[in-house]
């Protein structure tokens, strides 16, 4: 029995429907439908052992075990509806961990900022840690360890920025400690002094040096969600706004990443999704992609899974060998799956918005031809059937409402295309960690005009996409297709009510119809900068 429980709520111990995407549904408050709805659509109950050990856990919490385990330490991932079989008692150390603690994040402070509401993430964080089993356990001296991506929402300059952050986290009686950054080799020597009630630092910020090495970063022992396996960590792109660029560039070799494809087709996964900031630079050392590294890398997923997606990938690599994406979706696509999703950070339509706040995005290209090169790379990717999920950033410090006019117009542009655009408050991260949070009493009638016109696009192509793309195993495909596009019809008659639905006036048919231009793009139609 676990001395070490590592859990996280309820939206993250799911697997989605197998659909990551639909995670970010997740993000969104309870808005006139009952929670349960939500839940039933966006988070479905993970299955547990015997044990209250989940069949699937987050990624990045199989890596933390895995590294406590190899440690020695007695360390497992509970679902959180099952912590109280382990405390008060037998678990000395309780550690959580999230992608979003208190709907902070983009889009989560997104969608809770325009509802004025708190987002499903955020009500089921303080839901598990408010359990009477936590809240007894905490009581008789258990400890409390935080980590994950959003580490930073528990710091003390966050609570002190935001005071009920700080109010819910001292009626917890605080955190022993917060570890914020890669903690793969920092969290054995942590677990190590709270089991022997030693004193722990409060809050640890680990820099870019303490990043491990490939080499000291553990394999999972159990299946992750929706089989997902890492690739490579940190991005060379350097976005002011991103914490993900002050990390160093690592990516793992072939046969680290088969020992992870293995443990889950172990336990029957079938399908997954490869991991990196940019999936498309597998194997490079610098903004070229490698077909070298990265093909061998497909066929190698392929293998083990039917059906392969990738996390992210950037427009300008996409662009700087486009004919790749061909060899790529030769590979993955085939009588097993016949499309794949990746998100894809597009976060302005302006030029001056790229040279000011992420000039790496566009490299090896130049500034001013990046509205065009994402037309062209979404063209690309519709023509070999990859559908991607675009996030745009609202209220970048530097913006201006001619920035904002530009990537309306980019949104114009990518009208017809097979893709989802998924609008967000700029938050404070990164190199513009010291700036304020985007609101949206702080929205000019500008920018809500981008947020309608991105939310008729979603609205319009998720009816497509649900239609064409999304099929679910066995008998539940008739009532949750049926579900969902109730669920979508009901989003679109709630725009049209509140007077949210936008559509462009003119939008370049002649450019962004896929059907019409199929093969306008077999070699780059943008030169490279010199
Ligand atoms: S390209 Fe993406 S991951 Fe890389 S620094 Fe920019 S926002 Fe971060």
Redesign the pocket.
Known sequence: MPEVVLTCDWTMMSNHHGKEFLGFGTTTPAYILPEQVYQRLFFPMMEVDASGFPREAPYGMRKVEAALMDAGIDARIVHPSHLHRYMPGEAKILMVSGHDYFGLNPPSSTFGGVMHREPLNCVNFKRLLTQPCVLDARAQGMKLIAGGPCAWQLSPATQMKLPWVGEFVASLGGFDSVVEGEADVYVRDLVRKALADEFLPPHVVLSAKEAPKVEQIATIRYPSVNGLVEIGRG?C???S??S??TRPTRWYPLDKIEQELKVNTKSGIRKGLLHS??VYFYGSPNVMPREDKLLPLLKLAKRYYDQVGWS?V?VASLMTKPKLLSQCAEILNDDKQDWFGVEV?V?TGSPRMITAA?P??VAPFKASQWPELVVQAAGLMNDNHVYPACTFIVGLPQETEDDVLKTIELIDNLWDFKAILVPMFFVPLGHLKNKDWMRRDRMSPVQQELFRRALTHGIRQSKVLLRDFFEWEGQHTTAYRGAFRGFIGFLEALSRINGLWSEPTHPRKDIVDPMRYPDRLPIPTIPMRD
């Open positions: 991005c792109r350097g976005c706004f991103c993900v660029t900031d940019d992210h950037a950070g976060e992420m790496g995005k």
